[in-house]
């Protein structure tokens, strides 16, 4: 089964305005972890967090962690076209050399 | 230079065929992994090799097989392929579980 479950599965909004997607995950983690993937293509890397540490921020990205309830959010700040793309979140299993995906979240900016 | 390429990039193939994915990265990283992307978009992981082990086999079929002839290379071979193995599938590497670096897909469409 899926590690984390994303919200929303699908996004849109008006360029310009902030767009907020959620993961939650079911075990342990040393951290997590936020890529982007734009059509037919392969994930990049955003942004990184330690299950020691609490909010983090990239430029326009915002991360923050509840290790508590299991749960991530990705803040993108004043959104662009060219932010149009699936997130997801990923979170290491601990007892295992592997990287877990969540679901997914489909953002669409509208020009 | 590509960090991690994955070759080719689509295959078209008969039912019953056997077929191989490669994947070579040059960041010098211990972990190599297999991800399959379905229709829906989620992606689920198949294989993870660290320093050419084994670590975790998904409950994939054993049509599918992992080979690694060293720490930088991780080829995917499939046995006897079927419809339902239509796919894009995604090689990727990290150090330690940490950030992933991925390959732009081999897109499988089995007819």
Known sequence: SQQGEEDPQ?????????????????????NLQW???????GLVHLI?????????????LRVTLDTSKKSSSLLITASRAADTASYFCAT???????????????????? | DTAVSQT????????????????????????MYW????????????????????IINETVPNRFSPKSP????????????????SAVYFCASSQANTEAFFGQGTRLTVV
């Open chain 2, 8 to 31: 080719p990039k689509y295959l078209v193939t008969q039912m019953g065929n056997d077929k191989s994915i490669k994947c070579e990265q040059n960041l010098g990283h211990d972990t």
């Open chain 1, 48 to 60: 990184l967090i330690r299950s020691n540490e609490r909010e983090k921020h990239s430029g326009r």
């Open chain 1, 92 to 111: 290491d299993d601990s007892s295992a050399s592997k990287i877990i995906f969540g679901s997914g979240t489909r953002l669409s900016i509208r020009p």
């Open chain 1, 10 to 30: 699908a996004l849109s909004i008006q360029e310009g305005e902030n767009a907020t997607m959620n993961c939650s995950y079911k075990t342990s983690i040393n």
């Open chain 2, 35 to 54: 991800y399959k992307q379905d229709s829906k978009k989620f992606l689920k992981i198949m294989f993870s090799y660290n320093n050419k082990e084994l």
């Open chain 2, 70 to 85: 060293d720490k930088a290379h991780l080829n995917l071979h499939i046995n006897s392929l079927e419809l339902g193995d």
């Open chain 1, 35 to 41: 890529y982007r993937q734009n059509s037919g293509r």
